[in-house]
């Protein structure tokens, strides 16, 4: 009996590409970036693990595409001036468990792998810092923006990573009252948390 060649399918690749992404982020958030598997990642997006190593090259560069995407998505998707608080309420939001905040999730549960660190950094804060600085008219803006990118990461660390008491079990509102408040001040043009600017503060040491 003669063989019937089945019909030819192009292949999606974007489509591909993004039940790639979407797997790979919640195996990232489960797991964290040590204990995941290309194995893994490619059963849950229906794939060959050839083709994840084709479309992204490796385990490194498919979570630095993971955070980048999930940064612009939510970036895009957020007013900015709801930006900071809707991730600070992310990584608070069930004390920080996998599938609060995908995007935090995954990089603070691989915040001690050495491999994926500076990458994933980079790719998170930059477009949410950029978003931030332009809510500031200070002329240091940028720096002002990225030092709540930093401080947003250390209260996930603490709460998620490390559970330091009494915030790892404080209340979402608590701490979001406590750090916008501070937000506010750092933000503004030549005032700190607190009033008066670093001129008078000096003045007052002095």
């Known amino acids: ?22 797997a790979a982020g919640a195996v990232f958030s489960e ?24 479309y992204f090259g490796s385990k490194k560069a498919l979570l630095t595409e993971v955070m980048a995407q999930g940064g612009k998505e939510q970036v895009s998707g957020t007013p900015p ?19 609060s905040d995908r995007l935090l999730a995954v990089y603070l549960r691989s915040i001690g792998s050495a491999d994926a660190a500076p990458d994933t950094v980079r790719a998170l804060g930059e477009e949410y810092a950029a978003a931030l ?24 660390l603490m709460r998620v990573v490390v559970g330091q008491e009494p915030l790892a079990s404080a209340e979402p509102d608590t701490i979001c009252g406590h750090v916008l408040t501070a937000l506010d001040g750092l933000l503004r043009d030549g005032t700190a948390p607190g009033g008066g600017g670093a001129e008078q503060r000096s003045g007052e040491r002095s």
């Not at 001036?81 to 468990?97: P, Q, W």
């Not at 332009?134 to 401080?151: G, N, V």
């Open 1 to 22: 009996m003669p063989r019937q060649d089945t019909p030819h399918r192009p292949r999606d690749a974007r489509g591909t590409r993004t039940r790639i992404l979407h």
């Open 31 to 54: 797991r964290g970036y040590e204990a995941a598997t290309v194995r893994d990642i490619a059963g849950r997006a229906g794939v060959n693990q050839a083709l994840i190593f084709r």
């Open 81 to 99: 001036d709801r930006l900071f608080e809707t991730a600070l309420r992310g990584v608070l939001a069930d004390g920080g468990k996998p599938g």
């Open 133 to 156: 600085a332009a809510l500031s008219t200070a002329d240091d803006s940028k720096l002002r923006a990225q030092l709540a990118m930093a401080w947003l990461l250390g209260i996930g």
